[in-house]
């Protein structure tokens, strides 16, 4: 989800996300910011459930701090902090009923929203780099002796020869991250394209050059 940074005024979130081009209505909505800060928690809940931008960046300014506070800790990455603050706060301005004072606080509230979302990101890495590992053990071995081939001649006119035969993309890739030592993460973000499909023109390309220096006699 592409949101705004924490750091970006909940009123700025609520009209450039929620209510392109609508009009704020509704007597909680009008309210001054002083009058706003003198309601309790229960009441900016029902306040921002009607509408009230002012009563949300109240919550904000209460309880902003503790959320992405708990998001840090638990992500380690301040980037992705500010996104599950204000997916959070984004959130409660879209479904405010969710929230029930009589089962707790809404710091507490927010706070486990926080939790939960950090801990999805978490787990969402954790299943990437496995999924990454699974991947490269399960790899074709004729990859692997492709890959070495590779390295074995990579200064030879063979080589040179082969290389040349690759559509560019393949060839870019392969040189990128075989000549250049570069991971796939980085080649994908030099050729500004997904790492999947820098992963692909690079296997589709080794299986090519297989072909290609078993016919030129490569060793």
Partial sequence: MDVPRARNAPHAVVRSRLLPGRRVRGRYARRRVSEVRGLSDAALVVAIG?????????????????????????????????????????????????????????????????????????????????????????????????????????????????LGGLPEGERRAIEMAYFGGRTYREVAAILEEPEGTIKSRIRAGLLRLRGALTDIGAP
């Fill in 50 to 162: 009607r509408w009230g931008e002012d009563a949300l960046a109240e919550a904000y300014r209460r309880h902003g701090g503790a959320v992405l506070g708990l998001a840090r800790r638990v992500l380690a990455d301040q980037a992705l902090a500010e996104e599950v603050a204000q997916e959070v706060f984004l959130r409660l301005w879209r479904e405010p009923g969710r929230f029930d004072a009589e089962r707790g606080t809404l710091r507490a509230f927010l706070l486990v929203l926080a939790h939960r979302r950090s801990v999805d990101l978490v787990r969402s890495e954790q299943a990437r780099r496995q999924r990454e590992e699974r991947e490269a053990r399960l790899a074709p071995a004729a990859d692997e002796d492709v890959e070495r081939k590779v390295w074995e001649l990579r200064q030879a006119d063979r080589l040179r020869e082969a």
